[in-house]
Structures are given as C-alpha cells and as structure tokens.
C-alpha cells in the first residue's frame, strides 16, 4: 500500500470531486481514479459511492477518512522523529494557509500571538485554500487560517473541527497610480473597456469576485490583461498600471500607504470576507491548546 493513496483518497473527500482532487494532487484523471481504485482493492471495500454526483464517500469510506488522516499523520511523525526532528510535545505549529494571507497578515498575527504560545515556534504551509483545508484534514498542520464566505464555505466537520473568527477583511478593486489609471474606471464602457487583472479559473478569489460581478446591477465592460492565482502578482502588475485588481485590503495596504494604489469604484463593487481559524478537536498538540485557548480569551 502506498501511503501517496492515503493523500490521494483524503483530497477526494474533501473536494468532492475527481477533477478538483487530480488537479490538487498534480495528476491526471486517469491516474488518479487508478490509486483509488488501489487503495479500494487493498482495503477489499469501496470507498467512494459512484451513483451519486457529487462525489461522495460511502459508509465505509466515512470511517476510514478519519483513520486515513490518523495514519497519515503517524506516518508523517515517524519520518519526522527518524529524520532527527522532535514529535508529539515539540514546540513547532504548523499553520496551512492561503499565500495571501501568510505573506499580507501572518507575521503581524504572529507576533501578537506569541505571548499566547510561550516558547512555540510556526511552520507555515503556504498555498491555496483547496490545499490548505486538504493540509488540515490529512493532518499534515495542526492548525487552518483561510477565509471564509457564506456562499463559498469551508466543509469541516464541527463535531471534530472547531472554528475561531479572527476577523474581517475587504475584497476590493486597485489600480496604479499612474496618469492611465484615470482611463481604469468601472464598470468600463464598450469602447474603453476596463482592463482586468484577474484570478485563476477555481481560485478561491476569483470565485469572491464573481460574486461581487454577480451583485452588481451594472454590466462589467472588461477585458483581462493578466491572469493568476496569486494575489501578490496581481498586486505588483496592478501597481506597475496594468490593469485593475480586486486585492484583500491587508495585501494592498502598503502600497496605498505609499500611493503606489489607489480603489477603483464604489463600495458596490467590494466585498467581506471573514478569516477563520481552524482545528482539529480530536488531535491538537498542547501547543495548539495554549493557542486558541488564548485567542479564545481574547
């Protein structure tokens, strides 16, 4: 048995379909259907109920997801404690979170919270929120930042998962301050549309945005100039004047406080996004105790 099908199989549950797991996990579809089926002919049940779309686990496979997660992380513990690195009692707290978030708030949270920690050091797996919740499940962080939207919500379970808001921020849209900026208005027009610098396909952002464009009673005459998943290299094309970005405002505060940005529009055209801790009941560390008991006494 390979353990990479223990990874394989915790993506799949949390993402609720093949395509968005084999994408996560870097695989074809092909390949990725195979290993489960492998891991399925291993354990001699099926995991996965194929009747049903979406996806979903069956009997079966509900049990076996939280013992995948618990093998995983044993695993995980071994190679660490065999690789020289301290286990169980040690004072590190791996953090999976957006790229956004660890760049633009973590440090700043950091620093507040380790009063809270004592001794305890942060590791920090940074990617996108899709990875981070997997990171999370699979237990390969204790603890998960993400945002959080009521109509793109996380699918944790509360009985086992405990969440803790650490606040709101907005999504709003930014252009550089430069003398083209003044053509980057919205909604745009047919003859001078406004240039875009937008998410990836799937990107959690891109899927906020989306329902901003969808609120909003005006028609969006737009053309996209620049794409990606990362909210920082929309940052810096904005601020070189490409093009107009809808930016959470912690990552686009410095840069308005040096008046690289300025916002573009109004307030129709931004939205709030709650950012939420999460973990896992079940299995936190004594480090992640003294952590979110001291956020909780906040």
């Known amino acids: 048995m390979d353990f990479r099908w223990l990874q394989d199989f915790l993506s799949l549950a949390e993402a609720g379909n093949f395509t968005s797991a084999a994408e996560a996990r870097h695989s074809s579809q092909s390949a990725f259907s195979r290993r489960i089926q492998s891991l399925e002919s291993w354990l001699g049940v099926e995991l996965i109920d194929r009747s049903r779309y979406p996806t979903a686990l069956t009997p ?6 939280q013992h995948a997660a618990d093998l995983l992380k044993k695993m995980m513990d071994s190679r660490a404690e065999l690789q020289g690195e301290p286990v169980g009692d040690h004072q590190t707290i791996t953090f999976a979170l957006p790229h956004t978030l660890a760049i633009s708030s973590f440090p700043q949270w950091w620093d507040a919270w380790r009063e809270g920690v004592g001794g305890s050091s942060c590791r ?3 990617s996108n929120v899709h990875d981070a919740v997997t ?5 390969l962080a204790d603890v998960l930042i993400c945002y959080h939207h009521a109509q793109q919500p996380v699918f944790l379970d509360p009985v086992q998962y405990e969440k803790i808001v650490l606040g709101t921020e907005w999504l709003r849209p ?3 301050v430069r003398p083209k900026a003044r053509l980057f208005t919205l909604p745009g027009t047919v003859k001078s549309p406004a240039p875009l610098l937008s998410y990836s396909s799937g990107a959690f952002l891109a899927r906020m945005v989306d329902i901003i464009l969808d609120s909003v009673p005006d028609v969006l ?3 996209t100039k620049c794409e990606s998943d990362m ?4 940052l810096e094309m904005a601020i070189a004047g490409h093009g107009v970005a809808w930016l959470p405002e ?4 410095p840069a308005v406080q040096a008046r690289q940005l300025v916002r573009v529009g109004d307030d129709r055209w931004t939205l709030p996004l709650t950012i939420c801790l999460y973990f896992d009941r079940l299995h936190k560390t004594p480090d992640v105790d003294r952590l979110t008991q001291y956020l909780a006494d906040l």
């Open 60 to 65: 079966a496979g509900e049990i076996f997801r």
């Open 124 to 126: 920090l797996l940074a």
């Open 135 to 139: 990171a999370l499940v699979s237990g």
């Open 174 to 176: 930014y252009a550089g």
């Open 221 to 223: 005459h737009a053309a």
């Open 231 to 234: 909210a920082n290299v929309l």
């Open 250 to 253: 912690h990552t686009a505060a």
